[in-house]
Nanobody, 123 residues
């Protein structure tokens, strides 16, 4: 079993940067693909990006490509979401989740979820 805890959210201005962390417990964390999802108020939760268990592959939704970067440090059981050039439309609760699949943008295929961290971008 894996437990995930997100941190690093906050209130920033448009154009600023923010780094979210997803800290995991569990000895097999390095075997999991980790995805980031977000849910804006009144909207469905959407896929942001994912990183393979080794860190060798990353995937992003089009709206964040070139601005967001996912990385991981398996020695620290932590995955990061670096968010640059933030826009007001990035405002959402951000969740990390894990799956044993090599890659998935489908939240139903993720088994473990964190509690989420709020990111608010003001214009």
């Amino acid at each position: 079993q894996v437990q995930l805890v997100e941190s690093g959210g906050g209130l920033v201005q448009a154009g600023d940067s923010l780094r979210l962390s997803c800290a995991a417990s569990g000895r097999t964390f390095s075997s999991y693909t980790v995805g980031w999802f977000r849910q804006a108020s009144g909207k469905e939760r959407e896929f942001v990006g994912a990183i393979s268990w080794s860190g060798g592959y990353t995937y992003y939704t089009d709206s964040v490509k070139g601005r967001f970067t996912i990385s991981r440090d398996n020695a620290k059981n932590t995955v990061y979401l670096q968010m640059n050039s933030l826009k007001p439309e990035d405002t959402a609760v951000y969740y990390c989740a894990s799956t044993l699949m090599d890659y998935s943008a489908n939240q139903r295929e993720y088994n473990y979820w964190g509690q989420g961290t709020q990111v608010t971008v003001s214009s």
